[in-house]
């Protein structure tokens, strides 16, 4: 098997760093991540300095010696021979760090949204102070939207990986089959209702994630307004005003599944509509077509790496519901994080995955 | 105050009758419900004659006496004076009991979907084994749907009355405003995306209704093939195929929380489609309004017979995505039963029910 | 009924507080409660100016022209006539507020822990700053713990009430039969797991009650530490060594269930404990003493003021293991401190509790 | 690493037998078991013959060709080379097949109750109709009690390991460092008051474990009358009265969690109680002693083979506080049978299970 890679994690104290350390420790290609403790960035000064041990925060790690968190700095990332860094940092940390990987010359694979837009129109959304800078432009230019089952070939030779949102991997990789065979109506417009686990929302305590707001509750958020917009009007090349896209907040601590409405230009058979996910699935690990009118629920993918696929047409041949589903821990952030490192490797895309 | 009315409650231990009796208890203008077990019929001969008091089903009743449960005859019925007989059976149940009741001349409040649709085209999915008979005919005819927002006129006189489904009253009441004023975009398609808590789907065990298969979860049912779409239909004067419904199943014990996206035929302003909710609500004392771009939540009217409605308007002012809230068992089912029989009665609508 | 009685709430935004306020708006003997916003005492500087209406944080209130704060001031009160306060505030706040109202010759009912305990050594739990005052001695000697069951009798006059800890009233409710009989052998000691929702942790979010914390969890805390300790020692007179208690954390939003178990100086029959209970709690409306062996559960007494009661006697006839359940911000907080309001003006037990 | 064992699933549509199936599937050692259909035995008529898949119950494991079920006989286990037999089974069917196992020389891991008892007092509670038979008294005198932790040495040359229940291995492993260093004082007795997962309940759909009676909710049951009390009692050598054993019902799917009181002998150090069970389980990869006073969730060993034990000691130094937590699925079942099979035959006992 060869050497092993050498990567780093920051932000393992998070929900998907969390799991993105936990697939590491069992991944059969790469060395102990070393887990890095947050710098004090101009945006983000609530350093984790206070953190010596990954399984203070979690005690679901506890045993084994513990996972002490170091401190991050280029100096000993470079000096420890780190070949791949991991971000599972909030969006602003990102903005400030993956130019400076890139000037030191170190693969990254970003879990935030800070590089994931092409438009300039689609990053107005987040504000960014330094987007009309020079560097800005060129590491945006050389970011590749980490969807594999859409981008493997631009993942191989890439430095900086901007790893998908979680609601826009369920609704990219279900309508990608429709829209790019060309049959999507996009005249009658899309709706994408997407429903999420609470880890979804962060670790950081607000009233929106008390357990008595979520507990036996359902609310919509961010109406016309999500973030995630933006990625999947570019994945999918389509006009952000094609569709509308509503998240909701589910009481379960993970999971997502997304009801995508979309009509068709011409009357369709069952049997057409399941060749076309299923031809552009073909040789996908990771995606999971069920045979209509089966339907996915959360509960299957759960803790797996899978987005799971099913759909169901319309009496009258031209409306399709399809249902998506993942955990948007895994596919949704970390699995897809190490997918991409495979793919970008050259390995198995299910290494350590499954 | 005068005379009390007398009524009686069949299927008071199912979910939606223990609320109607728990209402029913408390309404200061009924004498207390007689509870009826559930008589021998063909098509449900799984009787409750073992059930002789209601708190040994729910324990939450225990105490003061209990609720003795009797045998249901039309003769003792008669004998005891009852005026209003409200049905919480299964459709089955409903579709023999109603014409019964109608021809002892008993107004009855049924809470099953077996008298709720007009046109012979919507009610197919039931499978009505008598739909062709003479009584039939004349019992749909007479029927009014017990939507007291939109029918109260027709309630007054009504002998029978179609309580409405739940998911049914969450779309209807959210879409009829905009769809009354003629403003939505029909060829466009609109869509209810629903999703519910568990006691819809009734008390009897199974494995979809299971702790293990629903916490932790969410899932779609009966996509293109729900029973309400019909009543939704109808109600709304629109055709079937132009909106497209599908239910989830929630992993809460109740309440209902409807997303819906319908377009308009102009650009709209948020002003005008508030105002549009506001003015045909102004005097229904059981739909809130909320005021945008705030949304209601399946926590705010649990417990309640409200239904709560709030919207979001896209800024391209054709597209409008509504929510949609309510206690499934209350406005849903039990709630809404009582509203009927208080506008039926000439009472103030809100007797008994806040 | 003549003249209602001008009642103030403050700390309406907590979960006590809410329930409280509802309660009080259904009471046919009280005025609709003034709701006060908390004053900037030394304790607590975070007051609730911002909040000038109790439904802009609670939605569920929404509609009926809402539900305006007023500032706090003893000034107004008096002005406005307020016969009775009640305090749903930290037990910080309380302990500033409690004698300044004693002071000003307002009756008092105080949810928080402030003035609970008689005996120093079980207050020192709390550090309260000022224990060794003169004000203190006095509040404390004439604060009346207010179990309406064990208590009635000092009710009647109070001026200050202490409404008894959620945890504590299921436990003393439960033992006060068998240790005021001398049955139980305390040397052998009592063991009491109890077992709360989450929203006796309060509103706060905090780590701890964060959803993804708490779902699919359950934990022990505060073990051989927990401020109900005393309370429960005091009320049943006996040494805080004799029972060890401890709380869990349950992935609920509320509802306490508390398991007792106790043995017996000598063999007993089913019968004779079951009629100890029954003759204990026979005129109290809000003790519901189960018939062995069924046991309550959490569900029962939700949304209710009850306390519920069963019991299941071992085959040796000497050890009892007794189940006592609540809703915990009913007969735990809010309910019960109603009912100490009516016990209080020698109202009806249950006015305004059905 | 030579030859994989062959080994087989009885009852791989139960929870227990999922979760078997999947550790197996993973596990280095052992051949892709195989999935057996449950035969028409006396006791249990309900075969499963129409299942041919396993992923047709269990849609997570669609995809990868699936897991095709076969029929049960022992001569197609024999021809293929079967080694060693999983039972997932109700007791009453594993106490037919276990005695047909060992009349085969076929070696079987029963994770059901048929077989773990010694006793025949504690047995009465099953009511085994072969109780008395000589076949029942062979198979009770050569099964092993499959608890590794304290029966690792006479697991080697089983031929019948009785897998232990969920209950009794939290508690047997909280309790066996403190009894069996006589440090207890029994005369006081000990209580285990333990919370469950509804997985536990099983599969079958019951109004117990419909969601809406679980949800919001926690009940008590089978107290003083827990089949895993014997087990409990022989496997600690004390006296079934000595200990009182309440199970109770959590509203989650999977995980216990159990408080454990014990009075010791004489006043002990947190220190001393520390390394008691430090010692006790210094080898034993699969319980995690945590530092007192940190306990243990039940969040922490969800998906694991861990039992975590913490505990309190009162400031007394007298009464003691265990919290002993496990996935029921893994370490008090499946994970654990798999942890039995590795000690058998001399493999790592983490093998497969990390």
Redesign the interface.
């Known amino acids: 098997m060869g050497q092993k890679l050498r990567v780093a994690v920051l932000g393992a104290t998070g929900?998907s760093g969390l799991e993105l350390t936990r697939i590491l420790l069992r991944h059969p290609r790469v060395e102990r991540p070393a887990l890095l403790r947050r710098p004090n960035t101009a945006s983000a000064a609530d350093s984790e300095k206070s953190d010596s041990n990954l399984a203070d925060i979690f005690?679901?790690l506890?045993?084994n010696g513990g996972y002490p968190m170091e401190p991050f700095s280029w100096t000993s990332l470079k000096h420890n021979g780190v070949d791949l860094l991991f971000l599972a940092t909030p969006h602003e940390v990102s903005r400030e760090l993956v130019p400076q990987a890139a000037a030191q010359g170190m693969r990254v694979i970003d879990l935030s949204g800070a590089w994931r837009l092409k438009q300039a129109k689609h990053r107005t959304i987040y504000n960014f102070p330094d987007d009309e800078s020079v560097t800005a432009a060129e590491v945006t230019e050389k970011a590749v939207y980490g969807l594999p089952e859409l981008n493997a070939d631009k993942l191989a030779g890439a430095s900086v990986v901007a790893n998908p949102g979680c609601y826009a991997t369920t609704i990219i990789l279900a309508l990608a089959p429709i829209v790019r065979a060309q049959l999507a109506n996009l005249d009658?417009?899309i709706?994408a209702?997407a429903?999420s686990g609470?880890?979804g929302a962060g670790?950081k305590?607000?009233?929106r994630?008390?357990?008595?707001?979520?507990?036996?509750?359902?609310?919509?958020?961010s109406?016309?307004a999500h973030r995630h917009l933006g990625e999947i009007a570019e994945q999918l090349q389509i006009d952000a005003?094609d569709i509308?896209f509503?998240p909701?907040l589910?009481?379960?601590?993970?999971?997502i599944?997304s009801?995508i409405?979309v009509?068709f230009n011409r009357p369709m058979q069952a049997a057409e509509v399941q060749d076309c996910y299923q031809s552009f699935y073909r040789s996908k690990p990771f995606v999971?077509v069920?045979s209509s009118?089966?339907?996915?629920?959360?509960?299957?993918?759960?803790?797996?790496n899978?987005c799971?696929l099913g759909f169901?047409?319309?009496?009258?041949g031209r409306?399709l519901?399809i249902?998506s589903c993942e955990d948007n821990l895994i596919k949704g952030a970390a699995g897809q994080a190490v997918q991409n490192m495979n793919v970008m490797h050259g390995w198995q895309e299910e290494e350590g995955l499954l």
């Open positions: 929900y005690p679901a506890y045993g009658k417009g709706v209702d429903k609470v880890s670790k305590p607000t009233s994630t008390h357990f008595v707001s979520v507990a036996d509750n359902l609310s919509a958020y109406v016309f005003d509308t509503t909701h589910l009481p379960i601590p993970r999971g599944l009801t409405y009509q999971r069920f009118p089966r339907l996915p629920e959360i509960q299957f993918s759960l803790n797996t899978y799971d169901c047409l319309a009496p009258d409306r519901v249902v």
